[in-house]
């Protein structure tokens, strides 16, 4: 059995609109054993909108979002039929651990618009010193996902800039992979997941700037609707059908190498990959797409420099160990090409950043 290849889609029950949040017990009414795990913040935040605690027992997570920290509050909880996970992406992926090890129900319920995780039942889990462990597969998607789009304009404008490169790379990897095949041989799941890659990446490009101007003024729009359900559901159906196809090529593979650089630990995931979106293009030598790409990324906040990534003083004896990683045999950039090397990959990104450098002249 290999989950890997499986067809996965995604939530078992994906239920998103305005103020759904006030009605979650009745969501939980058939559970008479439900454990919450959060964070301290997403749980105030959520604590805030409701108007009160809920009636179960709160577990925090510890930040890391690590195997050992999953397994280490399925301890603690020690029965449950449901888990509630509320929070982030971290706490997203720590819960699926948890609900795992307890064999139970899993309910998610986002506090920020960020990423795939409250929809995908794939994890990415790392140590508990931050750098990056694996991408774990989990038999079971999430029972329910509730996203309330009120609740969800609390989210703080870097994680929504986070959620916008994230799901932009469902579209350059996917694409990054095909180019190489022949369409002919490709799964129907896989041309599906390509479709649909290309919409969320049009779906971006019409709404982002848009959805981004409502969170400020706290306003719910249909584009920021649509920004939301694609960054946290529809890019989660691109490697849901796809599968390797679809899940991540050079992009992730390049923000999997960067958490060896404790530097980076404190810029969000879809910021690092939004900039490895832009290193695979330089890779593959498509200068012309990243010129297009630069007023998109200017419009909403996303990098475009290693500076913007905690790295303001760089050289090939730093960036080395994070090239190796990302052209690794574990790791997917041999999926844009099968030679990689790490050596290839400071060459793209000295690329991009002189390319990158000329605009600010």
């Known amino acids: 059995m290999d989950l890997t290849t499986e067809v996965r889609p995604g939530a078992n029950r994906y239920v998103s609109g305005k103020g759904i949040l006030k009605e979650i017990l009745q969501y939980l009414s058939n ?28 577990h925090f997570y ?3 979002a690590s195997t050992e920290n999953g397994l280490n509050i399925a301890q ?32 998610l319920v986002p506090t920020l618009i960020s990423n795939c995780a409250p929809y995908t039942p794939v994890g990415a889990l790392y140590y508990k010193d931050l750098t990056f462990d694996k991408v774990a597969y989990f038999p079971k998607a999430s029972l329910l996902t509730l996203v309330d789009f009120e609740f969800l304009l609390s989210t703080p404008r870097p994680y929504l800039v986070a959620g916008i490169g994230d799901t932009l790379a469902k579209w350059y990897e996917i694409e990054g992979i095909v180019r190489r095949l022949d369409w002919s041989s490709l799964p129907a799941s896989a041309r599906l997941g390509y479709v649909a890659a290309k919409e969320i990446y049009k779906i971006l490009f019409d709404d982002a700037p848009n959805a981004l101007e409502a969170l400020s003024q706290k306003k719910v729009t249909p584009a920021f609707e649509r920004i939301a359900d694609t960054i946290i559901e529809l890019s989660g159906t691109v490697g849901g ?14 923000h999997n190498g960067l958490s060896l650089l404790t530097e980076t630990h404190c810029i969000l995931h879809g910021a690092k990959v939004a900039y490895g979106v832009l290193v695979q293009l330089a890779y593959t030598k498509d200068y012309d797409e990243i010129t297009h790409l630069l007023p998109f990324y200017k419009a909403c906040d996303l990098p475009i420099h290693l500076s913007e990534l905690g790295l303001s003083h760089v050289s090939h004896h730093l960036l080395k160990p994070v090239a ?11 999926l844009i090409d099968p030679h990689v090397t790490g050596e290839k990959i400071l060459v793209a990104l000295d690329s991009l950043e002189s390319l990158t450098e000329q605009t600010k002249q």
């Not at 190796?324 to 041999?334: K, L, Q, V, W």
């Open 31 to 58: 559970y008479e054993e439900v454990a919450i795990v959060t964070g301290k913040t997403a749980y105030q935040a959520f604590c805030d909108y409701y108007g009160s605690e809920l009636p179960f027992p709160v």
């Open 62 to 64: 510890d930040g890391s």
């Open 76 to 107: 603690n909880i020690q029965k449950a039929q449901a888990v509630l996970a509320i929070g982030g992406g971290r706490v997203m992926d720590t819960s699926k651990v948890t609900a795992q090890a307890l064999s139970a129900d899993l309910i």
């Open 241 to 254: 059908f796809a599968g390797a196809y679809g899940r991540m090529a050079g992009a992730h593979a390049l």
């Open 324 to 334: 190796d990683f990302a052209a690794s045999s574990s790791e997917t950039y041999n």
